[in-house]
Nanobody, 118 residues
Framework: VQLQASGGGLVQPGDSLRLSCVGHGRTLGFYNMGWFRQAPGKEREFVAGITWSGGSTYYADSVKGRFTISRGDAKDTIHLQMNSLIAEDTAVYYC????????????WGQGTQVTVSS
């Protein structure tokens, strides 16, 4: 599956953004999905994940209560709703997919830039 992330941009602190990830080649309904981010000079970090069924979601502590991961109705997309953005959320955001929940992520999108600045 090929993943394509979109929806990034430049926003002010407190604003919201909604990222989307589209799968090409195979429906994302087969995959456990996740969002990661990488800030300049930092290692890539996990942000949020959702199981293939959409029944379970999980988040990094730094985004709990502010970010929500979800699946689109057609199962071909996943979204990351980001509210109450802060400067520390500035990063390139990547979507990723894996078949097995307890394995490493196998497929990665190209990333979309999110910049939070006043």
């Amino acid at each position: 599956v090929q993943l394509q992330a979109s929806g990034g941009g430049l926003v002010q602190p407190g604003d919201s953004l909604r990222l989307s990830c589209v799968g090409h080649g195979r429906t994302l309904g087969f995959y456990n999905m996740g969002w990661f981010r990488q800030a300049p000079g930092k290692e890539r970090e996990f942000v949020a994940g959702i199981t293939w069924s959409g029944g379970s979601t999980y988040y990094a502590d730094s985004v709990k209560g502010r970010f929500t991961i979800s699946r689109g109705d057609a199962k071909d997309t996943i979204h990351l709703q980001m509210n109450s953005l802060i400067a520390e959320d500035t990063a390139v955001y990547y979507c990723a997919a894996k078949i097995y929940l307890n394995s490493d992520y196998e497929y990665w999108g190209q990333g979309t830039q999110v910049t939070v600045s006043s």
